[in-house]
């Protein structure tokens, strides 16, 4: 991955005639004008890492695995979203971490973070560098420096189990490498988010990472039976009881969606199953988006076993039915809204699966739309972040997000976002076009997620950070999540507490004092207010708090 | 249920002849003697409640709402184990409750909480009081006094939405009142542990309950989206952001699996589902537990989708195929082990689910029993406690236990545990029939559910104690979880440092502390070693134990 870009440059297709003719004349877009931006014309905060800080690192990871190289650390001085990427191109100071570490061991991992507990130091975890949210962008806080630690060298498969199906993977591992490794036992994983290409084993535990299958295989949450996590105050392996326990909480799920504030996670054992012996793939149109959202529960209440299940709302059926060369040109654009279904199994099973859901499809008003729909869309799945690369480059502002409700709410609240986006970026004197689909169903509800296309202004940054505001506060008072998928980092950060309550905040707090008493792991993410640096309640704090008083009883 | 029973004097079956003669004759028990106990010969504790703290929480729930009545006392002073059933036989003095509060609102609840943080008594909620692990025995520690919080008021559904599959229950609904009030709706909620007949919302919820559907609805767990919990340090509602979410840590599997230590459960958010339309019913006999066990695998790793999935081992389904009459009488046993499957939804549905694991199971070497050992089981299916009652009062031992593992590690857990109860009990004296089955099927494991009869000796209580200590030491050292769904209490605790390691440990006393500073929540429970004691982190608990510090960093 280039550092402003999703991904290389190489991967960067220019725009198409119709597309630039598209955002010129409705958008305002002012295609002409040049957004790329040059690595050397980058101005990068200067190291703060002390010479005996670097000593003394470089000595318990080696001194070839601590680097204070220009390119690394702008390689992890940012994730993914469209802010991140806005940012290289407005042209102020980009923050990067002090020095990058690229530790082999528990062990050495132990070593680092008893060090910086005692010598203020913050330490990032760092897998993919994915994120969307501001997750892994380094935030100094209140400490004299910040590293990264990246988790590039846990790249390995350890106790393959065929029988219970189970593989410990090593959280430093891509999607692809670990597919790899486990296609070469005739095993598959299954998790296959937009980030796939880059983002890692680690990365999807700590982010609760939901994938394209999920009807299938179920949440990256769901496939975790036990996480190898080092924290300040040692090693722990939550889940290693599983398949199944009533042996208290359930202690993996608070490491899971931890983010890299609590510990950083080295190793989990995941589910995993036989690559398939089939997919079959079928999709639909249905009149409206109501009709094929009522279509999808039905589909999921009753258990019908696709593998995945998708529906597009009409404008981005439209958009995802018309070849790109033809966006913008056709005045008939296709009708209806585009329902994607994909099977996986044995023969029987797939077969099977494929025909209950598809009558059940068809009983409620989905038209079939052939096979070919379908394998687009899994072919494409990919790469709609690099188109994203060229919209930015070209002067558009592009950003998605994505929450998720009860079926009974999913008008209202798709109707209260839909209506937060277009008013606020109207307000900022653009035309937008707002695309939704639901890609996660659950019995009890589904995921919404939304891709914006519109002009930027001149402060783009202040533009989408105004729009993403009123979004999200459209989101807390109309019942949705103010994440689904994309994890908290620090964009989510201010909605945590309507999200989890004042009492959730603490608690979680509580836990990070047990497992982090110094504060040094990824501060300033996923805790409001004052939580990044965390007042010690026993005293004996290494960082200089000692004597803070913890948070008042009743 | 009456106190030293699991049932009521009414339901209690004599013990047919040849059963009374194979435990006379094989095993030695002194079926002439009369092991029942009457109610009016039982010592029990005084109350310790003052009078001034019986005004306060009298005034708080109103006088008719406290009670320090014997009968009402004596019904919530012991669980349903063997060990509490025979504690009352065993003649010593029982501790009970001192009182038993019977709150009608959150509000009352949060105030008793309060009243009782500050005043030095210990709280034990009260659902159904089915525990067979210690879990509602009111331990008084170093409190003042202890109260019995009972739910039974906490008894309404509430905010039903159809389709969305959602239903508010009140905590002190037992599962028959549930399900009759969801029946009313057309609703079902399929959650059926063996404890059904008595067992509450809230109880199913903090003790992690199974079910025996739980291959078709899922655990408990799986099915809770929100709950209401009234800790002293106020009112909270995890779950409220579902169905999904990456909003950080899962904080209701936290509440999941507290035993009432960390704050009373009120009310709880769960799927259901529409009243099937059909059940489908077959039986299978395997030549061999292995090749049973392999064939439960495949259908659960391949999801060909059972609503009821179970395998005994060949003596339990020797029992289970023989009628009461004729056990111990028939020298020809039915051979093999017997299957149960059960199927349930739309007619389509259940008909392709049946299909499909019905030709699972034969190619795996099943030979179908027909319907009728099916429909029997599911007749039967909440009847055996009863049995147990019988067993005890005729002087035999009864009792059961659970865990769960991968299904590689089956075959090993299974023997060791199986060794460690018969080598145990023969040590006491006595013959053991040990049975196995599985009950609940995951993708990576499986449950293994054990029931043993043999006879009491002169101390049955010290005889029980120190099997379970050697069958509970080779789960731990065999790889299998130290409870599947029954809870830890106070029986398991002691292994509760080996199942989540001692950082886990204490993580939940770090959680305890930032809920129920003063400790009062269900003391001596879940949490090992001076945990129902909470050393006050922030010194201002207001149980006297302020100035102790907190655990030491690393």
Redesign the interface.
Known sequence: MRFDLWGTRDEAKPLSPSITKLLSRVMGVDTDRDNTVEADRIVLSESRLGEAAKAALGKIVGEAKLTQDRDQRMARARGKSSLDLLEWRAGEEISAPDAVLAPGSEEEILAIL?YCSDNRIAVVPFGGGTSVVGGINPARGEFDAVVSLDLRRFDAIEDV?P????ATLGAGLSGPHAEMLLADRGLQLGHFPQSFPYATIGGFAV????GQNSAGYG?F?DMV?ELTIV????V???GK???????????K???????GTFGVVTRVRV?V?PIPQVKRYEAFVFPSFAEGANAL?EVE?????PTVIRLSDEIESAINLTSSDAIGESSQAPQGCLCITVFE??F??AA?RHE?TR?LILANGGVSAGEAPARKWEEGRFGAPVLRDSLLDAGALCETLET??????VPRLKAAVGDALATALNDSGTMVLVMCHIS?V??????LYFTIVAAQDDNPLEQWRAAKKKVSQAIEANG?????????GTD?MP??TD???P??V???R??K???D?AGILNPGK?LPAGSGKCA???????TGQAGT??????
């Not at 029988?163 to 189970?166: E, N, P």
């Not at 982010?207 to 939901?210: G, L, Q, V």
């Not at 209440?301 to 076993?305: A, E, F, V």
């Open positions: 008893e189990d029988v219970s199906g189970l982010t609760r990472s939901a949440r949450d039976r924290t300040p105050r040692g722990f392996h939550p009881q599983s398949p199944a326990s009533a042996a208290g909480p359930d202690l799920e608070i490491v899971m969606g931890s983010e589910h199953h529960r209440q009753q258990g019908t076993g199994g044995t029987e099973h099977s209950e009558n998720a409700t009860d079926w009974s709410n996660h659950y019995a009890t509800g589904c995921s949705g999540t103010i994440t689904h998928h994309h994890a908290v989510h909605y945590m999200e989890i309550e009492l959730g603490e608690l979680l509580g836990i004092r047990t497992l008493p996923l010690s309640a026993s005293g004996e704090s290494g008083s913890g948070s008042s009883a009743r």
